[in-house]
């Protein structure tokens, strides 16, 4: 990832750490002059995501620090692995770690989630895609994990696309009416998308023409029905209680996208630690 992006978010997590004193243990116990070797390691089988936010915490706090990847971004990792080696002064060391484990072991836990969704349809022709339920602050490093996991992005914010939701719908008078004010104000790059619950609410969409369309919480015979009666006019994404097991029959029922909030807001984290040598 471009360092300018995630530096920001590193910034803050280190000074929300280190207070207004610093690592005082560390000070107070540690020799100035002690250096180390440690090593990074999974403590559980996953798809591996963050290490240059774990390097970036590291280097903030000492530039000379040492760090060596011994895995990359995206590969399936083993219980055990080693993934990084870090070398150098100690104190830096201790300070950065749990900064720096906080956000492999996060990004980490959600390309391990997005994986398993992921592989759940494999074969199918329907790719997962994350949503904004995302930890604030973290969107960009959780948007990036997904990619990681085999997943794709939807919006990043609310000014990338118009996605027209049952709130909107009430509020602008209908499912007509909303598309009409939408289509307006729409650049001519902007792309539309309209959130319905029935078939008579997708039937209403396809009449007044729109770019992508979320089934949501429909089961896999109506979604089937929802993918016929759209016909390829516009791109097709299911929502509501994606898990492992129910992606599959979502996937096989057509559609081309399905989105889950879980892979970023309820995904575990996945278990790194560093250990001295």
């Excluded at 390309?111 to 602050?137: E, F, H, Q």
């Excluded at 029922?253 to 996945?270: F, R």
Aim: hydrophobic share 50%; aromatic share 2%.
């Amino acid at each position: 990832m471009l360092r300018l992006l995630i530096e920001p978010i590193v910034r803050a997590a280190l000074a929300e750490d280190l207070g207004r004193a610093g690592d005082i243990t560390t000070d107070a116990v540690v020799p100035a002059e002690a250096r180390v070797e440690a090593v990074i390691a999974a403590r559980q089988p996953g798809v591996l995501g963050g290490l240059d936010a774990a390097l970036l915490a590291f280097e903030l706090l000492d530039p000379e620090l040492r760090f060596e990847c011994l895995a990359v971004d995206g590969e399936r990792i083993e219980r055990g692995q080693k993934v990084a080696r870090i070398s150098g002064r100690a104190r830096p060391v201790l300070a950065g770690e749990r900064v720096a484990l906080n956000l492999l072991c996060r990004v980490s836990g959600v390309a391990s989630a997005t994986r398993t969704l992921a592989d759940a349809i494999a074969g199918s022709k329907a790719k997962i895609v994350c949503t904004r339920k995302t930890t604030p602050g973290l969107r960009i490093l959780e948007k990036y994990a997904v990619r990681l996991g085999g997943g794709a992005n939807h919006r990043f914010g609310l000014d990338d696309a118009m996605l027209i939701k049952d709130n909107h719908i009430a509020l602008a008078g209908g499912v007509g009416a909303v598309l009409e004010r939408a289509r307006a104000q729409a650049g001519h790059l902007v792309k539309i998308e309209l959130e319905v619950d029935t078939l008579d609410q997708l039937a209403e969409a396809l009449e007044h023409r729109v770019d992508a369309v979320l089934l949501d919480n429909m089961d896999p015979e109506t979604l089937r029905r929802a993918v016929q009666m759209v016909g390829g006019r516009a791109i097709t994404e299911a929502s509501g209680r994606i898990t492992r097991e129910t992606a599959p029959a979502i996937a096989a029922a057509g559609v081309d996208l399905i989105s889950s909030g879980w892979i970023t807001h309820s995904a575990p984290i996945l278990d790194l630690g560093l250990d001295i040598d």
